[in-house]
T-cell receptor, first 114, second 113 residues
Framework: EPEVTQTPSHQVTQMGQEVILRCVPI?????FYWYRQILGQKVEFLVS????????KSEIFDDQFSVERPDGSNFTLKIRSTKLEDSAMYFC????????????FGEGSWLTVV | QQQVKQSPQSLIVQKGGISIINCAYE??????FPWYQQFPGKGPALLIA?????SEKKEGRFTISFNKSAKQFSLHIMDSQPGDSATYFC????????????FGGGTRVLVKP
């Protein structure tokens, strides 16, 4: 079964450093997303991406964050100047067309900012 | 109006019992309602989903009941097993591709053997 894959599974970074989280969405999907889950809380939407541009973003997704699809398979989330409160699990997700809006999630990248 | 409210926050059920989780929404633009199951340290996995043109959908031991007029839907886990112990999130989204999921707050289910 096709799946969304994410790397790294866990990253520890110093406060103020930049991190890049990588994702390979399901191959025939056209819509890509990043969600975030702070420990013990619900999953929150960050950003959606379609046709090489951001289609929607939440209030959380400020200038500190950026997304990119550098090639035909990868989708990345860059977090600049990380803060302690950025510590969370970050989920990449993707969805296709023709099947409504079933969104499939990756296993997540656990980011710890120290 | 964008919120999805989920209850209870946690639930303990004996093996073989029924787990019931309830969700309510306000945004009438929502017309696709998936449930996700999440194990610790893992991503949310789609469990079952329903559209408002039906009032119930069953897949194995999992059943969604949907009340369009009340804007409520619920997940029933029949014959609950210890392997069902996980956090369950209801969610809502407009059907058209590309929209974002709005999640409920989650219900942590513990099935005791």
């Amino acid at each position: 079964e096709p799946e969304v894959t994410q790397t790294p599974s866990h990253q520890v970074t110093q406060m103020g450093q930049e991190v890049i989280l990588r994702c390979v969405p399901i191959s025939n999907h056209l819509y890509f997303y990043w969600y975030r889950q702070i420990l013990g809380q619900k999953v929150e939407f960050l950003v959606s991406f379609y046709n090489n541009e951001i289609s929607e973003k939440s209030e959380i997704f400020d200038d500190q964050f950026s997304v990119e699809r550098p090639d035909g398979s990868n989708f990345t989330l860059k977090i600049r100047s990380t803060k302690l409160e950025d510590s969370a699990m970050y989920f990449c997700a993707s969805s296709g067309t023709g099947t409504g809006n079933t969104i499939y999630f990756g296993e997540g990248s656990w980011l710890t900012v120290v | 109006q964008q919120q999805v409210k989920q209850s209870p926050q946690s639930l303990i059920v004996q093996k073989g019992g029924i787990s019931i989780i309830n969700c309510a929404y306000e945004n009438t633009a929502f017309d696709y309602f998936p449930w996700y199951q999440q194990f610790p340290g893992k991503g949310p996995a789609l469990l079952i989903a329903i559209r408002p043109d039906v009032s119930e959908k069953k897949e194995g031991r999992f059943t969604i009941s949907f009340n369009k007029s009340a804007k409520q839907f619920s997940l029933h886990i029949m014959d609950s097993q210890p392997g069902d112990s996980a956090t369950y999130f209801c969610a809502a989204i407009p059907w058209a591709a590309g929209n974002k999921l709005t999640f409920g707050g989650g219900t942590r289910v513990l099935v005791k053997p």
